[in-house]
């Protein structure tokens, strides 16, 4: 469906790019990684099958180039398209289209729009993938990291209206996504189907409140999940009699995942504040329920930007506590479903110190270190290739230079 849309639109931009105005515009990220970390490797989100470890000098993990192509077929409909080039896990070509739809705007309130589109979860969402357009080297892996899915192909429609001095917007939207997701090395894919999402923004002045929800359907097993049932069915009974219920709860398939969001910023004279907290959870024993969230604060000194984050995830860990099993002859597969329980489960603090130049209105160079608290079982943002997952704490730098024209 989704290729067939993008054609559609490549068509119909292709027919249209003679009889109309055509406005192009690029972005793109040269950032450097540095870790100290020989256990816990570093990366942006749970979908990267590369982590930056101790001895690394990484410019590929957070380094990205892409363009953005706007037409308008006329006053009411427009048609944009945004390629993103980026190390990516297991790429299908269509991974690089981040945004692909066609935009009615029938008057000043209303919007509706088709095709490939940004997931409305976060605060920073339609121009994520535009480093020069916030403050950080890199948007806080605690709440960003944790989710997978960079784009869903649906539509959303959106209302806008004037309240005195500010705007209300609200958006709903529907769709279907799917992503690689990686842990300790191995990738897979996880569809998401029947995404149904809303949000609500409050905007004024110098100052925005943000609430957002969005639940979908998880429609694939993942493949480790599935061996573990494969080998509890083997079990005799006499060793576990509920084997059978257990399976079916310890499962992702045709589970729904739900995700909440509240976020705010608040301009004061040189100073930005804002914060972002979000809460995670699923029909799935799998998926523990997971709470994150971080508070920032910016200081604007004629080109110079100082800044301070602090960020945190929270999670109960998987404990296995199945009634009347006799574990003993079974405590390496009771240690492997306790491994795949608890892949959710990250538990970590970061504090952040960063410098931001604007070098010129389109080119900025940032410069931050990171200090990450990783609580004993809670690794899920890092790729983690050793045995067991002590507590750690981590030291990350990251310069990064971008653009955008």
Do not use: C
């Not at 994520?128 to 944790?146: F, K, L, Q, S």
């Not at 969005?214 to 083997?234: F, N, P, V, W």
């Amino acid at each position: 469906m989704l290729r067939k849309l993008i054609f559609f639109l490549s068509f119909f931009l292709h027919n249209q790019i003679n009889a109309n105005d055509v406005q192009w515009s690029s972005f793109g990220t040269l950032a450097l990684t540095l870790s100290d970390s020989e256990r816990y490797g570093y990366r942006r989100d749970i979908r990267s099958d590369n982590g930056v470890y101790s001895g690394d000098i990484d410019l590929e993990e957070f380094s990205l180039i892409g363009g953005q192509l706007e037409t308008n077929i006329n006053n009411h409909i427009d048609l944009v398209g945004q390629v993103v080039f980026r190390d990516i896990a297991k790429p299908e070509w269509d991974d690089y289209i981040s945004m692909a739809f066609m935009r009615y705007t029938p008057d000043s309130n209303w919007s509706f729009r088709l095709g490939r589109l940004s997931p409305n979860l976060f605060t920073i969402t339609e121009y994520r993938n535009i480093n020069v357009a916030y403050t950080w080297a890199n948007v806080p892996t605690e709440v960003y990291g944790i989710i997978p899915y960079l784009y869903y192909d649906g539509g959303d429609v959106t209302y806008s209206t004037r309240i005195n001095d500010a705007v209300l917007k609200t958006k709903f939207y529907l769709g279907w996504s799917d992503s690689t997701i990686t842990a300790d090395s191995q990738s897979e894919n996880i569809a998401l189907e029947n995404m149904v999402g809303t949000s609500l923004i409050y905007d004024k002045n110098d100052w925005n409140l943000q609430a957002r929800y969005t639940q979908g359907k998880l429609s694939d097993e993942s493949s480790a999940i599935s061996e573990l049932h494969r080998q509890i069915a083997l079990i005799p009974e006499v060793i576990w009699p509920n084997k059978e219920s257990f399976i079916s709860d310890y499962s992702i398939k045709n589970k729904l995942a739900k995700y909440l969001s509240f976020s705010g910023q608040k301009y004061l004279g040189d100073w930005l504040f804002g914060f972002e907290l979000a809460k995670v959870n699923s029909e799935s024993e799998v998926i523990s329920d997971l709470k994150s969230g971080y508070v920032s604060a910016a200081y604007h000194y004629n080109q110079h930007t100082f800044y301070s984050l602090f960020s945190k995830t929270d999670s109960n860990y998987y404990s296995f506590d199945e009634p009347e099993v006799y574990q003993e002859p079974i405590a390496p597969l009771i240690e492997a479903i306790e491994t795949v329980g608890n892949f959710y489960s990250s538990n970590q603090t970061s504090m952040s110190m960063g410098w931001r130049w604007d070098i010129t209105p389109s080119l900025a160079s940032k410069l931050q270190y990171i200090r990450t608290k990783i609580e004993a079982n809670g690794d899920t943002l890092w790729i983690n290739t050793s045995a067991g997952s002590p507590e750690e704490t981590v030291n990350t730098f990251m310069f990064t230079l971008s653009f955008a024209l």
